[in-house]
């Protein structure tokens, strides 16, 4: 259960300190989140508390960086399109490339202190309390996670609607990434099957987390263009072409969203179902 994510969680923590590495970062980041999803099925309250803090705590130190490497990666996207010229983009990624330099000497610092080995043994204590559990208590656990994630996800696609909301989309989003790990779980433990409902979920991530990333930097140039001497008029007509690429973009992503919305909340249904016969039985 907690020996994969772990070990992938500490051997990357290890390659982004040691560097830049933006995979390394990605996949530490991942990796924890695996980790926070996995540790509430575990028995044992104590050790499993304070793990899961620790965790959280790296989960959120990773968060700033990433997002600043995603950022940076679409613009590469626009420049390779030709949407805008490397010119117009030279101020934001200007501005991007000094925040992430300050975010990662932060980030830096905070990891430098991460004691990996005492993670490690942290997250075997917890596995060998696990191991000691009989298995059909661990798939009970699991299953019920995942209905309480299933009813969440289900609220989050109701409060978002229709409409373009970002904010509640993102929520969308975190709460299918959550259920995903959930389910994840269920098929390791309970050995069930869940490939098609992992696919959607990942469909759905996948669809949002692009949606999020184009707002953020659809944001940033704004920020850009607002700043006085960062964009002369030309620069800010080239800006503004980017943001209506982008912009067209979302919609487009949007509608692929509301086309998935119905199958979002069967499955939620489904998993919420199974996780009550599992439960009862």
Do not use: F
């Not at 996207?77 to 000094?98: F, M, Q």
């Not at 953020?216 to 964009?231: E, F, Y």
């Not at 800010?236 to 067209?248: G, M, N």
Request: aromatic share 2%; glycine share 6%.
């Amino acid at each position: 259960m907690l020996a994969v994510p772990m070990r992938s969680l500490t051997t990357s923590l290890g390659d982004a300190i040691r560097g830049h590495d933006v995979e390394s970062l990605h996949k530490a980041r991942v990796a924890s989140r695996r980790l926070r999803e996995v540790l509430p099925v575990v028995p044992g309250k104590a050790g499993r508390g304070k793990l899961r803090r620790r965790i959280r705590r790296i989960t959120r130190q990773l968060g700033p960086v990433r997002e600043l490497d995603v950022s940076q990666t679409l613009l590469d996207e626009l420049r390779d399109r030709r949407v805008v010229t490397d010119d117009a983009l030279g101020p934001l990624r200007k501005a991007l490339a000094a925040e992430r330099q300050l975010r990662w000497d932060e980030l830096r610092d905070r990891l430098s202190g991460t004691n990996l080995e005492s993670l490690r043994r942290q997250a075997q204590q917890a596995e060998d309390r696990a191991s000691a559990r009989p298995r059909r208590q661990l798939v009970v656990r699991a299953w019920s996670r995942a209905g309480k994630r299933a009813v969440t996800l289900r609220a989050t696609i109701a409060s978002a609607g229709g409409l373009y909301l970002p904010d509640r989309l993102h929520d969308v989003r975190i709460a299918a990434k959550k259920l995903r790990y959930a389910l994840e779980l269920v098929q390791s433990v309970g050995q069930v099957q869940q490939a098609a409902r992992l696919k959607t979920l990942r469909q759905t991530q996948d669809l949002l987390g692009r949606m999020h990333d184009v707002e953020v930097v659809i944001a940033r140039i704004r920020t850009v263009q607002a700043t006085p001497g960062r964009a002369n008029l030309r620069v800010s007509a080239d800006l503004d072409c980017a943001v209506r690429a982008l912009e067209d973009e979302s919609r487009q992503h949007h509608g692929g969203y509301v086309a998935m919305r119905e199958a979002l909340l069967k499955l939620t249904d489904a998993v919420e179902s199974g996780a009550a016969r599992e439960v009862e039985a």
